[in-house]
Every structure is written in structure tokens, then in C-alpha cells.
């Protein structure tokens, strides 16, 4: 137990093993949360989570060496500009479309959140960081099947459809409004040789059941395969 309460103080110094050991964890913990976020085909990806996460570690770092080697320097008010400034990235992956539609929110508070874990990691909190990193991606990846249980359930719908090469969008919007299904995001998977794979959010503006709006969409023509997401 000593050695390891040694361990860990020598660890949250600042050397060369604290350095490496911050900005490889900061790299780590951003890409976790990225990773399900690029999965989403979100504005911001892994790459971007790693570089705000790491840049976090960094001025908390930074911060951290000034005041030990030059007794100057004000770690928490570095860490404050960051938590501050990392509202542009935010605010660059906030889509508004229409009047009411505002898309990236998560992402936008995802990318908050690993600056944060950043900071968190770069003045040697590791317990913090590592535990902040499991909840949000607990949140992600977990809790939005939750959500649309909980609060969607019968009103907005995520439905993945393999859909023919030649089928048209607008065809579709006009066949689905005509049965009280109002398409309000496709998220275009990949697309292949003769059919393309898509998630789309439908309005159930009737109420009708899960298993009505299941069969109704095996029956468009046009779509290959379809299923629930959540």
C-alpha cells in the first residue's frame, strides 16, 4: 500500500512518467468519448475530442509547471479560459434548421465535458478523469436508448432502413405524411451498389403503435429491410 501511495504522489509531480502518463491518458479519454460521436456522424469526431481533452491537459500542465518552477502563474485561472473558450468548438457544432430544430447539443456539451476531464487529468486528478470519461460514455452510448423510452417513446421514432438506389427522398416524405409520419432527420449510413443504409427520425404525429408504423414501412416500396434502433 506504501509503495503505491508513493506511486501516485510521484505521479501527480511534474516529470517526465506525470507528463507522458497526462497527455497519453487526456489522448485516451477524449478518443473514448469521440469515438460514439463519430460513429453518430457528428460535426465533432475522435479526433477533435482527443485534441480538446489533450489541450486541456496541457494548460492545466503548463499551469502546474510555472507555479512550481517559477512560483508564478495561477493553474485554476488557466483552466478557467478553457472552460471559457472552448465555446466556439461548441457553438460551431450547433445546427439550427427551421425555427425549432436545433441539432449537436450533445456533442456541443460532450466537447465541454472532455475539456473539463482534460483539465482534470492534466493537474494529476486522475480518479476524476478516468471516472468522468466511463459516465459519459455510459450516457452516449447507453442512456439515449433510455431517453426515447422514456420521454419519445410514441412521438418521435428512429427507425435504420436499407433503402434502393432509386428511391427519392421527397417520394418518401409525401408517402409517410400521408399516414401522419413526418420525417424529421436521415443520417445516411453508408451507401453501396444498388441500396444505401440510413437512420431516420420520424414524427408519430397519429400515435399509432410501434408494431403499425413497423409494418406500414415493411410495405413502402422501395425499402429493402427495415428495424427500431431504439
Given at each position: ?71 508564478t502563474g495561477d493553474p485554476a485561472r488557466l483552466g478557467a ?89 421527397t417520394d418518401l416524405v409525401q408517402e409517410f405524411s400521408s ?37 406500414f414501412l415493411e410495405n413502402v416500396e422501395g425499402i429493402q ?6
Amino acid at each position: 500500500m506504501e509503495t503505491v501511495t508513493t506511486a501516485l504522489e510521484y505521479l501527480e509531480g511534474i516529470n517526465l512518467a506525470s507528463i507522458t502518463l497526462r497527455i497519453v491518458m487526456s489522448m485516451v479519454c477524449g478518443g473514448v468519448i469521440g469515438i460514439e460521436r463519430g460513429k453518430a456522424h457528428q460535426p465533432a469526431g475522435m479526433r477533435t475530442y482527443m485534441l480538446v481533452c489533450m489541450g486541456a491537459a496541457m494548460v492545466m500542465l503548463t499551469g502546474q509547471y510555472m507555479y512550481y518552477h517559477f512560483q508564478t502563474g495561477d493553474p485554476a485561472r488557466l483552466g478557467a479560459q478553457v472552460v471559457s473558450g472552448i465555446g466556439f468548438l461548441g457553438a460551431g457544432s450547433i445546427i439550427i434548421s427551421g425555427k425549432t430544430k436545433i441539432k449537436g447539443l450533445t456533442t456541443a456539451a460532450g466537447l465541454w465535458t472532455a475539456a473539463c476531464i482534460g483539465l482534470s487529468i492534466g493537474i494529476g486528478f486522475y480518479e476524476a478523469g478516468i471516472i468522468a470519461t466511463l459516465a459519459v460514455s455510459l450516457i452516449m452510448t447507453h442512456l439515449k436508448k433510455l431517453e426515447y423510452h422514456l420521454i419519445f417513446d410514441d412521438v418521435w421514432l428512429s427507425v435504420y432502413v436499407e433503402l434502393d438506389d432509386a428511391v427519392k427522398m421527397t417520394d418518401l416524405v409525401q408517402e409517410f405524411s400521408s399516414v401522419g409520419l413526418v420525417i424529421g432527420e436521415v443520417r445516411i449510413e453508408k451507401k453501396r451498389k444498388g441500396f444505401q443504409k440510413a437512420v431516420i427520425s420520424l414524427k408519430n404525429t397519429e400515435h399509432k403503435s410501434r408494431e403499425a408504423v413497423l409494418r406500414f414501412l415493411e410495405n413502402v416500396e422501395g425499402i429493402q429491410f427495415v428495424k427500431y434502433t431504439a
